[in-house]
């Protein structure tokens, strides 16, 4: 089966499945509409920097327990309203760490494993950072992202690790593509910053190819990544 052929079947699936249901909040699951109002308020706090200090980093959300689930919807369900929340929010912390004046840079996602991309089809942040540029364009913007990097060896589940073997699990972890060279500052985004340790390392791999970090953005930041508690 092609993957354009199952997403066709997945929106068939989901329009059938509104059809039947009544929509209710993807976060608490009890409310009318895609996302309700008070859920709502966990995306819409202002940008704030964290703790990660390898580059500048930005995120909008805390990563809780209603947040989690609309990344795991995105992840493994493709729910486009989940899609949507977390492409409004790399949006928010791209346009707040960029310079104003700054008019050429590109965004260079975390990718997912190739486990993964055999799982689901296709990266988990290519929809929707798909639709992060159409955000742009629509206030006259003309971003751009690339996949730059690549996984360069297995890694261990990382639930239950340390933040230290965490870091040593994800040792070397990226390289660049074979061939791939950007002269324009880069920003790097990803769902969620936890110990930091995947975006060490991905920052790590754009360096020793002389590429330029301009900063991090994320959809949201575990609480120990505040900068003020």
């Not at 009318?32 to 909008?60: D, H």
Request: hydrophobic share 40%.
């Amino acid at each position: 089966m092609s993957i354009f052929l199952g997403e066709f079947l997945y929106d068939v699936h989901q329009g059938l499945r509104s059809l039947i249901f009544p929509q209710i909040c993807i976060m608490c699951g009890m409310h009318p509409g895609e996302i309700c109002s008070a859920c709502e308020k966990a995306w819409s706090r202002p940008p704030f920097f964290t703790r990660f200090n390898i580059a500048p980093s930005v995120s909008i959300a805390m990563y809780e327990s209603g947040v989690s689930s609309v990344i795991l919807k995105a992840k493994e369900e493709r729910n486009k309203c989940a899609q949507k929340i977390i492409a409004t929010s790399l949006f928010r912390a791209i346009s707040f760490l960029k310079p104003k004046e700054l008019e050429e840079f590109v965004i260079v996602p975390i990718p997912s494993t190739p486990h993964a991309i055999r799982r689901r089809g296709e990266s988990f942040l290519q929809p929707i950072l798909d639709l992060v540029i159409e955000q742009a364009a629509h206030v006259g913007q003309k971003w751009c992202w690339r996949e730059l990097l690549l996984h360069s060896k297995k890694v261990r589940d990382q639930a239950g690790l340390t933040s230290q073997q965490r870091q040593v699990n994800l040792e070397g972890v990226f390289r660049v593509r074979e061939g791939a060279s950007e002269r324009r500052p880069i920003i790097v985004v990803d769902d969620v910053v936890t110990t930091g340790a995947t975006l060490r390392n991905a920052i790590s791999a754009l360096n020793e190819r002389k590429m330029t970090v301009l900063g991090v953005a994320t959809a949201c930041a575990s609480s120990h990544q505040l900068l003020i508690r």
